[in-house]
């Protein structure tokens, strides 16, 4: 049935959306890598370093100065520090998401390792409308389950040519792209000052991304760019949380009316992400007709 497959495509985007905005690690298409130089320091937008600023201990081993509240960083600088833990540290997480439109909200948790050849996740959503879904990608496949399309406790492996447009978010799981992004359309980067998230005190941040300057370096063209500036508008404002050794735990935004929060953890940590087992798999799939 077309509304399954259309199903299908919306649960894979939803899921693609979470971790295309904390996902990082490898090289991005390009061939850049996210290996910043040791002795990366962060410093004041002007290069020094204002009375009364306190340093830290980066994850390189260096120190860096902790701006004042409501100062504006470097947006070079930040990015160094936003790569500054490696790419072993970054190809691995948890993560839990909350997205809300208004009178409806979208939760999701699960696990991300980039660190093999292509990307795995395990992700559990609940949507409106549709109730509890799990996706699974692994080895290059897709699986999902599905209420009223699926049985208890069962998958379908879905072939990605049934996913139509949304099979194009499975390689775009990398933030290094969106930090792209943010390194041609960042117009602004405050720092907010200090807050407790999950009882940690982390360093918050304000980046100030200009849409189509951040579209034109995503490559984005046509029709996709025209519909993706639309929903964007002329700015799309990040608040993004650091801890200690300058890994993103945190991210919110609001799109085009959608309120998200992130939250990510266990940076680094193995992840045993498994594809269901021919005994989970269920026989057949919709079809297109």
């Given at each position: ?91 691995s997480y948890?993560?839990d998401m ?96 200090e807050d ?94």
């Amino acid at each position: 049935m077309k509304s399954t497959h259309r199903r299908w495509a919306g649960l894979l985007t939803a899921g693609a959306l979470g971790l295309s905005l904390v996902a990082c690690g490898g090289d991005d298409p390009a061939g850049r890598t996210t290996d910043v130089p040791t002795g990366t320091t962060q410093e004041s937008a002007t290069g020094t370093e204002a009375a009364g600023e306190s340093s830290t201990e980066t994850a390189a081993g260096t120190e860096a100065a902790t701006p004042a509240e409501g100062q504006e960083v470097d947006i070079q600088e930040f990015l160094a520090m936003l790569k500054s833990p490696g790419e072993e540290k970054l190809s691995s997480y948890t993560l839990d998401m909350v997205m809300n439109m208004g009178s409806q909200e979208m939760d999701m948790s699960g696990k991300a390792d980039l660190s093999g050849d292509s990307p795995a996740f395990d992700i559990e959503m609940t949507l409106p409308g549709m109730g509890e879904a799990h996706m699974i990608l692994a080895g290059g496949e897709v699986f999902m389950s599905m209420p009223g399309v699926t049985q208890e406790g069962k998958f379908m492996q879905v072939p990605k040519e049934q996913l139509g447009d949304a099979a194009s978010q499975l390689d775009e799981v990398d933030i290094t792209t969106t930090w792209d992004a943010w390194e041609e359309g960042a117009s602004k980067v405050v720092f907010l000052g200090e807050d407790d998230v999950d009882g940690q005190q982390m360093r918050h941040y304000e980046v100030t991304v200009d849409s189509a300057a951040a579209l034109d370096a995503s490559g984005q063209t046509g029709d996709d760019a025209a519909a993706a500036s639309a929903m964007m508008g002329e700015e799309i404002t990040y608040e993004v949380w650091l801890d200690a050794d300058n890994l993103m735990r945190k991210i919110a935004f609001e799109l085009d009316g959608v309120v998200s929060e992130i939250h990510a953890d266990n940076w680094g940590e193995p992840m045993d992400i498994q594809a269901p087992t021919a005994e989970e798999i269920q026989e057949g799939l919709p079809s297109s007709g």
